[in-house]
C-alpha cells in the first residue's frame, strides 16, 4: 500500500479498503538516479506519476536551443506529458529527475479501466485536471501582467522552499527569463 | 432535448437515450445580446457554459487598467471560470458575448450530482478538462518560444476563421500584443 498516494487522494475522495487495494496493485514503483529522464521526444508517455520522494522538471528545447521549463514537480504532485497522453502521440518533451526521485506510475490503460471499476478515482483524476488547468490559467495571467521581477518575487511567495531547491538558471526558465537576470534579482537586499 | 450539445458529448462517451434526457432537463438555455456579461468580478461562476450560437470572451482588467483576454469562445466550446467553481469563490475576471450568443447552463451542483448518476458524463467533464490543460500549456509553450509574429501566423492558420470574426484589439489582447503591431502585421501583403 502506497500510504503517501492514498492520503492524497484522500483529501478529495473516498476509497474503500477494497478499492486503495485495487488501485494500489497497478502502481508500479520507479526510482531515478539525478538526471536520469522519465521521457524524451518521441516516445510515448505511459502514464501519469506520483512523485513520494525527489523532484522532477518537464522541458522543451526551443528553437534557440535553449531548455523551456514547463512544468516542476516535488513530493505529492503528478508530473505527466498530458498532451501525448490525452492524443496517444509522441511526446514533444523532456521529463527529468532533478534530484534522486522516487515515483508512482499508474499506466494510462490501468488507469482507464480502473474509472469503471472504481467511479471515485475518475472523480479525483478530474479534479487533479482541473487544478492543473486553472494553475496554468493563472501562469498565463502573471507573464502576461507581471513584470518579470513581479513574476519572481510571487513565485517565491507562493512556493519558498521550491526556490531554494531547484537550480538558479532552472528557476530563470520556468519564469522565462535569462539566469543573468534572475541573478541580478537574488543579488538585491531585499528578495 | 440539445442536440448540438449530445452531438458534442457523442464524440467522447455513449449515454443511453434516458440518460441524455435525464442530462438535457437540468440544462438552461441563455441567451445574451451582444456585449451583455455571463459573468463579472466579485460574483460566483454559476456552472459551466456551451455555446451552442455567437461567440464569448474571458477576460481581465490588469493593472494598467488594459482588458487581458485569457479565453475566447465559439460555437461547440465551454466557457466557465473553473477557478471560482474549484475553488467555491467569486471570480476575478469578465465573461462577456462578443455577439448576440446562445449558451446551455450546467449548474455546478446538477454536474457534481449527475456525475453519480451518470458516470460516463464525469468520463466526458474530465476529457474536457485534460483538453483545457493541453491547450493552456501548448499556449505557455507559444508564449516562450515564438515571436510575436509567429505567434499571429500559428493562431490564424489554427484558427482561420476566428480571426476574422474577433474583433482585432481583442486578438491583439488574447496575443498578448498591442493592436497596433497587430495592423502592422495585418497590413503585410504575405498575411
Known sequence: MYQELL???KK?????????????EKLQLITLKRRAFLLEPGKHCQGNY?????????FLINK??????IHFGIEHW????QDSLLNNQPSACYIQAIEETELLLLHEKDRISLFKEIPPLETYFRIMMQKSF???QRRIGFIFNQTEEERYRHFSKLF???????????LASYLGFTPQFLSRLRAKKDL
Not at 519558498?160 to 532552472?170: H, S
Open 7 to 9: 492520503d492524497h487522494i
Open 12 to 24: 478529495y475522495v473516498q476509497l474503500s479498503p477494497s478499492q486503495q487495494q485495487q488501485f494500489c
Open 50 to 58: 506520483f512523485i513520494t520522494k525527489g523532484c522532477m522538471r518537464q
Open 64 to 69: 534557440k536551443l535553449n531548455e523551456q521549463i
Open 78 to 81: 503528478w508530473i505527466a506529458d
Open 134 to 136: 486553472v494553475a496554468s
Open 160 to 170: 519558498p522552499d521550491f526556490v531554494q531547491r531547484v537550480p538558479q538558471y532552472m
